[in-house]
């Protein structure tokens, strides 16, 4: 009989439907869920619900935080400047919440996008709110070109998980406008892009990325090796 397949909770996007109407729903794309069971995980979409994140961590063997929003900059102790984007505070404490608990059970925790973001706040970390106002990052960290063309290169950090998957370089796509500012204590810097921006974290028993491997994952090597790095935490 095979080994079960880890379940990993995935956080997920509040989505309004219609105009007026007051609905909202939870989702995320199909690629997060498709590229994890390829990986050999079993994925489980979260509703945000803050009341039952401590519940939801303790259910799940590890945990997704995904792209989505803006992180509101009141985590890192900022108040909003202009290019701020969208942010959903029930999502920042539904995410905070997983994440505390998570992390107190001693499960890993993978992060996408916003996911690292998140982490790096978490642990103690800056963000850039938008960085087009740093301008001594030029490289195109926000692509035009959709899926699945990549955008720029990073380059990993030797003794690090993703270097193990990955080798020394990888391009990568690039959809986003924060970024890591100050490194969060604790946490070490897994891959870089041209400009130096940080481009991927690990600590104990975390894995997050800027950019979204699942997003290429059906036809890239070095996307998949994302979640293989993950899957060596399970």
């Known amino acids: 009989m095979p080994a079960p397949r880890p379940v990993v909770g995935l956080s997920t996007s509040q989505l309004t439907e219609g105009t007026g109407l007051g609905r909202v729903f939870n989702g995320t794309p199909r690629r997060y869920t498709e590229a994890l069971d390829t990986a050999g995980f079993l994925p489980l979409l979260l509703p945000t619900l803050p009341d039952l994140a401590e519940t939801y961590a303790a259910q799940v063997d590890a945990v ?15 108040h909003p400047r202009r290019g701020l984007g969208q942010v959903d505070g029930e999502r920042d404490e539904f995410e905070i919440r997983l994440y505390r608990e998570a992390r107190r059970l001693g499960k890993p925790v993978f992060g996408i996008c916003r996911g690292v973001q998140m982490i790096n706040v978490l642990e103690g970390g800056t963000l ?11 490289a195109d960290h926000a692509q035009v070109a959709p899926s699945p063309a ?13 270097h193990a998957t990955h080798g020394e ?25 041209p ?8 600590g104990d028993g975390l894995i997050a990325v800027q950019w979204h491997p699942e997003v290429l994952a059906p036809d890239s090597l070095p996307a998949r090796a994302f979640f293989q790095s993950c899957r060596n935490l399970c």
């Open 64 to 78: 997704l935080l995904t792209g989505g929003v803006d992180v509101h900059p009141r985590h890192f102790g900022e």
């Open 169 to 193: 370089r990888a391009f990568v796509n690039s959809y986003h406008h924060q970024a890591l500012r100050d490194l969060a204590p604790g946490l070490v810097a897994a891959a870089h892009a």
């Open 150 to 162: 990549v955008g720029h290169e990073v380059t990993f950090t030797p003794g690090t998980h993703l």
């Open 128 to 138: 850039w709110q938008h960085l087009p106002d740093a301008p001594e990052f030029w």
């Open 195 to 202: 400009d130096g921006l940080v481009e991927a974290v690990e």
